[in-house]
């Protein structure tokens, strides 16, 4: 019987020395769900990334005392 070869011990992203991302579930309605897909493909990214970049700048402008270093 053969045998599947091992799988590697590091998988994912390396590490980049930064506390590691939390994960947040959200229930979007279909609209801006869409909305986030349709921004995604024009820019080229992920949704998870337009939905990031989105709440980077909503803190900015509506505590912009917090600032990038503190929470990302």
């Keep these: 019987?053969?045998?599947?070869?091992?799988?590697?011990?590091?998988?994912?992203?390396?590490?980049?020395?930064?506390?590691?991302?939390?994960r947040v579930s959200v229930s979007l309605p279909p609209d801006i769900a869409r909305t986030l897909q349709d921004i995604a493909k024009q820019k080229k990214v992920?949704?998870?990334?337009?939905?990031r970049d989105a709440a980077e700048r909503y803190i900015a402008e509506q505590w912009p005392l917090f600032g990038k270093g503190q929470g990302g």
Aim: aromatic share 4%.
């Design 1 to 22: 019987m053969a045998t599947k070869p091992a799988k590697p011990a590091n998988r994912g992203r390396p590490a980049t020395g930064k506390l590691a991302a939390a």
């Design 46 to 51: 992920s949704v998870a990334w337009v939905m």
